[in-house]
């Protein structure tokens, strides 16, 4: 029986390694000890201990296989790089990519993408759509449930109606935001938005499916929408300032309505724009140093934290690498590193790493995260970078040959702000943040041997 057990649960491993590790350790762990608990007063004292003690040990193999495992995490699927593997598809994915709808559909579970080919994709293209109508259009292409091939020929009495992102962003007016999809008998399913009335499309194959997470399917047509396709306003200008003033960002908004720097941000919003701001904790600590540069470097500074292109989240995850600024100009380089951290996105200088924590506004083409800490470019900070100068050896006598030294003071050049007065500006807040990198992985590491060392002291009692 405990055999047929474990057949049971590592298929259950296999099929649902999306699932999370502790999810599953604490499913496995009730279904082992159910025949347990079913039997405990039909079988005789010995029968019954021996079960148990059987059932303990599967749960402890089971337990260490998934906290031990990597594949027992969850891991995020990405639209644009599933149909990134079908050329044919290319189209339909740029669209994905510029409307943005392709971060949308990253950080939603459960979800259907009903996917055109380039060639049925060209209808589509000659009507010119405003890139806002063009996201409305792909939106109704999106189910907000999970259709594999099986179960799109599987549908109860023969027809369903879907909920699309079109309808969630409340933009489509009654019920313009379903689709409707009709089994047609013959292995054929039929696809047509509720706007149209009528089959507009067929399913044509599946292209990628991660089970009840998301299923990708190719439809032979676009769905046809007048609500979609209506022209939409463009976004009403943001005022850059007061959102990061709403929003935790106080400290850098003032400081840029200061500057001249918010002229160069101003001039770049319309051709695209990413900034990087960081959080009021961070930039206030910072204030004695910032005081303390001049005019050009307090804009220079500023600038520093705007990058001048559209970069999403899911941009930068995929696009790490040097970044040029607004601050950029010729031999001033004024650039930084994007680079992944697992699942976050760390913002890195010379000097110091910051870490992406959250998102103001993402309304292409402008986009405003925020960041735990201030960039510190090697260009305004270079006495954080210079070792200190080795001692002057000692002269053991004079000499006819060695110079005599000099009675004049030394020129001193115009120091750097000194870098205690904030502990994340020097290389020694790097370092620090990654000794607690380090032991943050080390305690996470930790706490899965204390998890397994409770699971065997556990099966020790009970055998």
Request: aromatic fraction near 8%.
């Amino acid at each position: 029986m405990i055999w047929n057990s474990w057949e049971h649960y590592s298929g259950f491993i296999v099929i649902n390694t999306k699932l999370r590790s502790f999810q599953l350790f604490s499913l496995l762990i009730f279904y082992t000890f159910i025949p347990c608990l079913l039997h405990i007063h039909s079988l005789s004292p010995e029968i019954t201990m021996q079960l148990c003690t059987m059932a303990a040990v599967t749960a402890v193999f089971i337990s260490m296989l998934v906290l031990l495992l990597p594949g027992a995490t969850v891991e995020g699927h990405n639209i644009t790089s599933i149909l990134a593997k079908f050329p044919e598809f290319s189209t339909f994915n740029h669209y994905l990519t510029i409307t943005h709808l392709a971060d949308d559909i990253n950080n939603r579970q459960t979800i259907t993408v009903c996917a055109v080919d380039n060639a049925g994709m060209s209808d589509l293209l000659s009507k010119h759509l405003s890139v806002y109508a063009m996201k409305n259009v792909l939106s109704l292409h999106v189910l907000l449930d999970y259709f594999g091939a099986k179960k799109l020929h599987q549908i109860t009495n023969g027809t369903a109606l879907a909920a699309t992102m079109f309808q969630a962003t409340g933009t489509a007016s009654g019920s313009s935001g379903f689709v409707n999809i009709t089994d047609l008998k013959g292995g054929k399913v039929g696809f047509g938005s509720e706007d149209s009335g009528r089959t507009d499309a067929t399913f044509v194959k599946a292209l990628q499916e991660i089970p009840y997470n998301i299923s990708v399917i190719q439809i032979s047509s676009m769905l046809p929408s007048a609500e979609a396709e209506a022209p939409t306003p463009e976004p009403a200008a943001v005022n850059i300032t007061s959102l990061m003033s709403a929003h935790g960002c106080k400290n850098f908004a003032e400081a840029l309505l200061a500057s001249d720097a918010m002229k160069t941000y101003a001039g770049n919003i319309d051709g695209g724009l990413s900034v990087f701001c960081p959080i009021d904790d961070a930039f206030k600590g910072f204030m004695p140093k910032y005081k303390n540069l001049t005019v050009a470097g307090k804009q220079s500074l500023l600038e520093y934290h705007g990058v001048p292109v559209y970069q999403s989240m899911s941009m930068l995850k995929s696009s790490n690498g040097l970044m040029n600024t607004l601050a950029t100009d010729g031999a001033s380089k004024y650039d930084f590193a994007v680079q992944n951290d697992g699942q976050d996105v760390t913002i890195k200088t010379s000097i110091v790493t910051a870490k992406i924590v959250g998102t103001l506004i993402d309304q292409q083409p402008l986009i405003i995260f925020t960041i735990d800490k201030v960039l510190l470019p090697k260009e305004l900070f270079k006495g954080a970078l210079s070792p200190a100068p080795a001692p002057a050896p000692e002269a053991d006598s004079p000499t006819a040959d060695s110079p005599k030294p000099s009675k004049k003071k030394k020129h001193k050049s115009s120091p750097a702000p000194s870098s205690s007065e904030s502990p994340g500006d020097s290389p020694d807040g790097a370092v620090a943040d990654q000794e607690a990198d380090g032991n943050n992985a080390a305690e996470m590491k930790g706490f899965r041997f204390v998890i397994l060392a409770l699971i065997f002291w556990v099966t020790s009692l009970v055998m």
